[in-house]
C-alpha cells in the first residue's frame, strides 16, 4: 500500500511539473533592458518552437521572438513583425529602423489580404543581437519608453532542463528519506 501511494505521488508530482513547465510565463518589465535576462533564459533552459512576445498590455503593439534549434543543440531566436492590420501603420518605420541599424533582414510575402508579408531576421545568435533589435523596434513602433511592457514566454523546458529539475528531485527525496 506504501508503494502505491508512492507512485501515486510520483504521478502527481510529474503532472504538477508538468503543467508547472509549459504554462505561459508572464512578467511584467522594468524596461527593455530588463530583457536580458530573459533572453538568456531562451538560449539557456528553452526548446525549439518556444515563442516570447514583448507586448504593452494597453495596446495590441507586440514584437515576437521564436527558439530554433539545430545540429549540436545550438540554439538562435527567429523574429518576425506583421504587415497586418494593428501594425501597417508602423511596418515601413520596421523596415528604415532595421535598415538605419545595419541589420539584414527579409520580406515574406504571404499571399493573404489580412497579413501581407512578415519582416524576417532569422539566426540571432546572441542576448545582444535579440536585445538590440527589440530596442530598435520597439522605437520605431512607438513602445520603446512604454511602463506597462511585458514579455510572455510560451514554451516547454528543454529536456536537459527537465532532466536536471527531476535530479534535484530525486536527490531531494532521497535525502528525505535518509532523515526518516
Known amino acids: 500500500m506504501l508503494y502505491f501511494l508512492g507512485f501515486i505521488g510520483i ?3 510529474f503532472f504538477f511539473l508538468k503543467w508547472y513547465m509549459v504554462r ?3 512578467i511584467k518589465l522594468e524596461n527593455l533592458d530588463s ?14 518552437g518556444t515563442i516570447a512576445i514583448i507586448d504593452q498590455k494597453s495596446s495590441s503593439k507586440f514584437l515576437q521572438f521564436v527558439v530554433h534549434c539545430e545540429r549540436e543543440n ?10 497586418s492590420p494593428w501594425s501597417r501603420p508602423y511596418f515601413d518605420n520596421v523596415k528604415l529602423a532595421l535598415k538605419a541599424s545595419d ?8 499571399g493573404r489580404n489580412d497579413t501581407k508579408a512578415f519582416v524576417d531576421l532569422d539566426g540571432i545568435a546572441s542576448t545582444e543581437e535579440a536585445l538590440n533589435i527589440t530596442k530598435t ?4 513602433i512607438g513602445i520603446a519608453k512604454a511602463n506597462d ?6 514554451g516547454n523546458f528543454s529536456p536537459e532542463e527537465i532532466e536536471r529539475t527531476f535530479k534535484k528531485l530525486k536527490k531531494a527525496w532521497k535525502a528525505r528519506r535518509e532523515r526518516k
Do not use: G
Open 11 to 13: 504521478l502527481i508530482i
Open 24 to 26: 505561459p510565463l508572464k
Open 35 to 48: 530583457l536580458k535576462i530573459y533572453f538568456d533564459e531562451l538560449f539557456l533552459r528553452y526548446e525549439s
Open 74 to 83: 545550438r540554439k538562435y531566436l527567429h523574429f518576425s513583425f506583421p504587415d
Open 103 to 110: 541589420l539584414d533582414f527579409s520580406i515574406k510575402k504571404t
Open 137 to 140: 523596434v520597439a522605437k520605431a
Open 149 to 154: 511592457l511585458r514579455i510572455q514566454v510560451i
